[in-house]
């Protein structure tokens, strides 16, 4: 996910009313997710990053002007008074996502190692929740509150094996990105694309629009 920084512009803000430092989201799969600094500058990202490959993680995840420009144009099309700011900065890293887009905790054998995986950026909520799972296991104390939650000693479906999971990424990534452009803009994707974006879904995965 790419992420980029404007330079201070305050006045601007303070005509649109954004003064309060409110996170705000829209509801696309690559979305696009804004907050404003102390100093009066919007930081805003965008989902739709390229995939690894083999679980490897290189210069696509920090180094991926496209998807920079992508989160930039974000910005100008959300916020019209804006469309003129300078751009000051700009910045990627990985994330990871789970087939069901929710975190899971467990431990694994031995019981001296305990894990929660699959945020997906979901924040703050999940991240306090996720702690106390870890702290109950890790102290042993599996009540329960915390053998009776979904996503505790429950694994995700997983991802096919190499390199049809590259491949099958780097294919829905692209038809997403381009549906949900095509949307914008007012037009209907093209079949392809459609079809291509619904696939994870129609093969068990939780990525991807329903419809």
């Known amino acids: 996910s790419y992420i980029v920084l404007t330079e201070p512009v305050p006045e601007q803000l303070a005509e649109i009313g954004w003064t309060g430092g409110e996170g705000i989201t829209d509801a696309r799969f690559t979305l696009h997710y804004a907050r404003t600094t102390p100093d009066g500058r919007v930081a805003i990202g965008g989902g739709g990053g390229r995939a690894g490959s083999g679980g490897r993680i290189g210069e696509a995840f920090t180094h991926d002007l496209t998807s920079a420009r992508r989160a930039a144009a974000g910005l100008r099309r959300l916020f019209p008074p804006l469309a003129e700011v300078r751009i000051e900065d700009a910045w990627g890293g990985p994330i990871d996502v789970s087939s069901d887009h929710l975190p899971f ?107």
Do not use: C, M, Q, W
């Open 105 to 211: 905790f467990g431990t694994l054998a031995g019981g001296r190692v305990h894990f929660g995986l699959g945020y997906s950026g979901n924040g703050v909520g999940p991240s306090f929740v996720g702690g106390r799972i870890l702290a109950a296991l890790a102290l042993g104390r599996r009540d329960a509150l915390i053998l009776g939650l979904p996503i505790v000693d429950v694994l995700p479906r997983a991802f096919p094996p190499e390199p049809f999971r590259s491949v099958g990424a780097a294919l829905f990534r692209e038809a997403i990105v381009r549906r949900e452009l095509a949307e914008e803009a007012g037009r209907r994707p093209g079949f392809l694309v459609r079809e291509l974006s619904r696939l994870p879904r129609r093969l068990g995965y939780h990525l991807g629009p329903k419809s």
